[in-house]
């Protein structure tokens, strides 16, 4: 059933104080934000029109794409990129107060991206402690903070350590220190969002699908059409199309925006190749 509107409400990762919620927040402000539980739910929100916008990870500088973010917009929803938010993310081990002491712990528990993210860390320091995926960091957090009785503990940021009480055990237990995450801000229309703090440059990601008949060459003629117009890509990663074994399509980011001379150019080209082009739209980039 379709929620009403709530004008000018976004929807997040939550609960309160995930990295996804600090990405909404900067942007935001912290007012009118909704936490939901998982990915889909928060992009079916938007999609439905429950909320105007959603804040969702899409790529882990360590991890690489959140593969949920990125097959969800390719197969399940119109929706569209109206900017993009990088943030440094930087885990610390958490547990509850009463358990600061604890010798071992019975299981640590967090996000798969995080767990991923801390995978030396946790292999070398708590090798034969199981790991335990959660919907997010602060969901990790706020489980910790709810069972004092269990010697158990989290991983995630600090704000969520603060949030929910807990003690930092470790901190800046993720592998590599350039770690970083971008997160999509979803809407139903074809828009920019354009605050004052973003960076200038507009970009534009496509997903692309080759043509049915296998051709050889077929992607080389793709990026063709990039090259001779010198429209520069920083990201193409191809997905599974669920098809079939060897059937993919091509997320393409390209740093120019969709309505450019050149850009309608390659979009006529791709077309004319026998390409599918799903444009997620052109966007704003923003830090913090
Ligand atoms: O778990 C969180 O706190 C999230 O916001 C999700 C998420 C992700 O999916 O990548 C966001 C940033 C970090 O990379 C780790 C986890």
Redesign the pocket.
Known sequence: MMEHSTRGAIS??GPK???????AARLFGDDNLKPYTT?PECIEAVAEGAVDYAV??V??A??GS?S??VDYLFHDVELYVAAEIT?P?E?HLLVHPDNRDADAFEAIY?????LA?SHKFLYYTYRSTPLEQ???????AKMVSELPERAIAAI??EF?AKTYGLTILERNIHDFHF?H?R?FVLSRDNQKLGLPNHKGDVKTTLMISLPADDRSGALHQVLSVFAWRQLNLTKIESRPLKTGLGDYFFIVDVTEDAAARMMQGAFEELEALGCDVKSLGSYYRYEG
Do not use: D, K
């Open positions: 997040y990762l104080a995930s990295f996804t919620h600090l990405a990915i969702v990870p790529e882990n360590l991890e959140v949920l973010t943030s993310i885990q967090s996000h798969p991206q995080a993210q959660m919907t997010s960091t602060a969901a990790a995630g940021n969520s770690n995450t997160f």
